[in-house]
């Protein structure tokens, strides 16, 4: 049972331009979601976040948007650079009630980036 | 600075055998999961911990046992292995307060033939 969904498998972007991912949940009890970044033989990393009371979130060249009433939200990458090129993974916890459940994250299956020159 | 390590980073394993993958973190975190990735799936929760001593079952923990003796080891075994447990293994850690940050390990791929 896919709680968390990211129903593009890979993406390729011409460097510049910018990368779009999407993610789609089910559950309606999750209040808060990340995105982590994951290169080739290494552990994901993690990169933005946001809570369910705020619909954007923005650092540098990400930005995360929620749409609560769709359960959905994007990872926008704003230019794309060829290091950028790694495996994105959406990622999504319930916030709310003991703190022992807040690292107990459910994660979709992971988008491919691809950023060429 | 060396975060959270995992050892071994690659190892086989028989069917029937049994193994332990070493997980530590320097920072001084409380909360300690082990989660796999399958091929094509995101990451599963095998178990966690939420400090020395205490330790539960996440969504996959079926031929697997955590302990948890200290704040900075939190090894994983494999009991009985079979080929279902073939998979990259990440421990993380987390520290306390408001965030769901975890810090993963870099991995460790094992292969049950």
């Known amino acids: 049972d896919q709680q968390v969904k990211q129903n593009s498998p890979s993406l390729s972007v011409q460097e510049g331009r910018i990368s779009i991912l999407n993610c789609d949940y089910t559950n309606s009890m999750f209040d808060y979601f990340l995105w982590y970044k994951k290169y080739p033989a290494e552990g994901p990393t993690f990169l933005i976040s946001?809570?369910?009371?705020?619909d954007k979130n923005e650092d540098g060249r990400f930005t995360v948007f929620l749409n609560k009433s769709a359960k959905h939200l994007s990872l926008h990458i704003v230019p794309s650079q060829p290091g950028d090129s790694a495996v994105y993974f959406c990622?999504?916890?319930?916030?709310?009630?003991?703190?022992?459940?807040?690292?107990?994250?459910?994660f979709g299956a992971g988008t491919q980036v691809v950023v060429t020159p | 600075n060396a975060g959270v390590t995992q050892t071994p980073k690659f190892h086989i394993l028989k069917i029937g055998q049994s193994m332990t993958l070493q997980c530590t973190q320097d920072m001084n975190h409380n909360y300690m999961y082990w989660y796999r990735q399958d091929p094509g799936m995101g990451l599963k929760l095998i178990y966690y911990s939420v400090g020395a001593g205490i330790t539960d079952k996440g969504e996959v923990p079926n031929g697997y046992n955590v302990s948890r003796s200290t704040t900075e080891d939190f090894p994983l075994r494999l009991e009985l292995a079979a080929p279902s447990q073939t998979s990259v293994y990440f421990c993380?850690?987390?520290?306390?307060?408001?965030?769901?940050?975890?810090?993963f390990g870099a991995g460790s791929r094992l292969t049950v033939l």
């Open positions: 946001i809570s369910s009371i705020k």
């Open positions: 993380a850690s987390k520290g306390g307060g408001g965030a769901n940050v975890l810090t």
């Open positions: 990622a999504a916890s319930p916030f709310g009630g003991t703190t022992d459940s807040w690292g107990k994250l459910q």
